[in-house]
């Protein structure tokens, strides 16, 4: 029964990848739902600006849920340099959606009344548009790669030895000694992953050779290749 140990371990440690997968995969749904969420409500209140509408109730719950979507876009929500209308100087590292909405709204009341009005606001209203539509194919991409991974369990399996490896990480993390930033960084290091990816392999000869032969029997069978 104690050969059977070895198997028993790879399947606990897959199992513990599997569910890490599905969190990752629940993760990337409720990003796009939230993604499209946003996107829906800030096309209906664009619509009624183009109408001459400021819907006050859409807009404060855009406001309200725009610094979480920001920090979700991440790197496509900011902007190398941005010039708003009628400024003559760049804007650096400009957060798209956190300060487009209340830029969309201040350049209405501005130049609503004037023939420049619609193109500004249809400007800073593509802008965002694109931002949020590149986000979400970004999450269909991610959902497409996590779904094919909970097909293999060679994945769930390194997976769940990473989870391991990584575990000493994750404690001084959640302990709140390193920042989050740091923590990412660590645990997607390359040699990192050459750990989990080499005691994965040890793993799976181990416990073929144990359910096979045992350890013994294996190495007399390594000598008699010797001589």
């Known amino acids: 029964m104690s050969k059977f140990y070895p198997l028993l371990a790879v399947i606990l440690i897959g199992l513990i990848g599997f569910i890490k997968i599905c969190i990752s995969l629940r993760e990337v749904i409720n990003k796009r739902s939230s993604a499209i969420e946003y996107l829906n409500k800030f096309r209906e209140f664009s619509n009624d600006l183009f109408q001459g ?10 406001k309200l849920n725009s610094v979480k979507i920001q920090k979700q876009v991440s ?22 959606i956190l300060n487009g909405i209340s830029n969309m709204l201040t350049e209405y009341r501005q130049f609503g009344g004037l023939g420049l009005g619609t193109s500004i606001l249809q400007d800073e209203a593509t802008s965002i548009d694109d931002t949020l539509l590149t986000y979400i194919g970004e999450l269909d991409s991610n959902y497409e790669a996590v ?3 909970m097909k293999n369990p060679l994945v769930w399996l390194r997976e769940g030895i990473q989870s391991i490896v990584v575990l000493p990480i994750s404690l001084i993390y959640w302990s709140g000694l390193i920042q989050y930033r740091t923590y990412n960084i660590l645990t997607n290091n390359f040699f990192i992953k050459l750990i989990a990816f080499v005691v994965t392999v040890i793993g799976l000869i181990s416990s073929v050779i144990t ?15 010797k001589k």
Not at 82 to 96: F, P, R, T
């Open 211 to 225: 359910i096979v032969t045992g350890y013994e029997p294996f190495w007399g069978i390594v000598e008699n290749i």
């Open 53 to 62: 509408n400021i819907n006050s109730e859409l807009y404060q719950w855009l």
């Open 147 to 149: 779904f094919s991974e």
């Open 75 to 96: 790197a496509y929500g900011i902007s190398c340099n941005y010039k708003s209308a009628g400024a003559n100087y760049m804007i650096k590292g400009y957060q798209i």
